[in-house]
């Protein structure tokens, strides 16, 4: 290698090795195999092509391909995608603040990084190939990674471009010439988009005081429900609420089993989730993390719903006493961008036995009806409470039949009727649960017997 070639990779090396904040940027699969490619060609520049080290190089870029291959993004992309979701202390204050208001010395660190990742942005997939050429002695290049950049843009066009956020700042990035420029335009996408995982992924489980990500939450969405109109408008406005900063309602949906409860708030996810929301289900067994957990999200750009299933508790249960704090509130301020959405087929929600009816005795609790009117009245602190009740035959069939022709199945009228009433009679009964399953049972057999018979 020439000289003026060795100083451009050790002054990639350079770069990476200098920043100051966006470090986790390259702290992760791909990130790493980059950097060890770039300190094997340049170790490589020192001894010679070939030989042993040219045969770390080799490996060295056969780990950084397959690494970026698994992410089917182009290096550019995917470097741009890091930046955008990168955590730390610059973003967080850029989720809470204007640019003028971070502290100066994260604005400087921030333009200094961006500076040495916008290099780093420009070493291209066939310039590590043909550098790895030179340092082991191959004959040809070996195979350059190419994957189509997932945003286009013609120079001077970024107002043309759809109104995406992301989109549009990724746009702004391929064509600055200097990306230390552009953080008037990434301080507001930190603040609408947020940071870190609730940036990547828009669903959550709690476990073991941890937040995971969902990557395929159910794609359900609410033109997929069928009935229950006033229920799922009713939720619907409540969301619409919390969307607009408004005051919104922990939301109780109180009925039977299979009657659309638990679809309907994972819907609002798939409807809301490019306005900000983002779905938090959390096990019964993890209700006592919940002020941990509204805590942790108080200061997110994001709104959230706190989805809980199948709710009851038994007397004495710590996660009852975990939910009433945040139902009711403590001293400290309820987070404006937090509500609870809890389904139940209990109306109330604490288990009650004969057992806690009081009865005159010299031991017993002389207020004891309160205690009792305490455990019923659970129910009512949450501000909404939705009943879904069975659906009747008739309602039962509407959602076959709508079902039916949403999903173009081939099946006389009167042959569908017959056979979801038998299908309810031999399976769960009716309800919209049943009527999916027999619709999703009925379109795998049509669909076999059409294959068998091609």
Known sequence: MDAKTVSSIQYLEIKAASLLLYQSVLQNDVGEAFVKLIQAIYQSSAGGAGGIVGLTCLKAYGQWFKTIAAQKMSWQDYLIAQILRDENPFTQQAQQRSLDKITPALVAAAKHDLDALQTLYHCTSNQLSEWVQQASGLPMPPVVWHEQNRVKYEKGAIEELPHNSEVRIIASLKQQKKWADTLQELVPFYQKQGTGQLAEYRAFTWQ??????????????????????????????????????LPALHVLLYGSRGTGKSSLVKALLNEYSDRGLRLIEVPKSQLKHLPIITEKLRRAPHKFIIFVDDLSFEEDDDSFKALKVVLEGTLTARPPNVVVYATSNRRHLVREFFADRPRPSAGDEIHGWDTVQEKLSFSDRFGLT???????????????????????LDMPPDTLTAKALQWATRHNGRSGRSARQFIDFMRAEQSLQKTQSD
């Open 386 to 408: 939705l009943t879904f009740e069975p659906p009747s035959q008739e309602k039962y069939l509407n959602i076959v039949r709508t079902l039916a022709a949403q999903f173009q």
């Open 208 to 245: 073991s005081g941890q937040l995971r990500s969902i990557p395929h939450p159910d794609p359900i969405r609410l033109t997929d429900l069928v009935g229950d109109e006033f229920q799922r408008h009713s939720l619907v406005q409540n969301t619409e609420f919390l969307l607009a900063g």
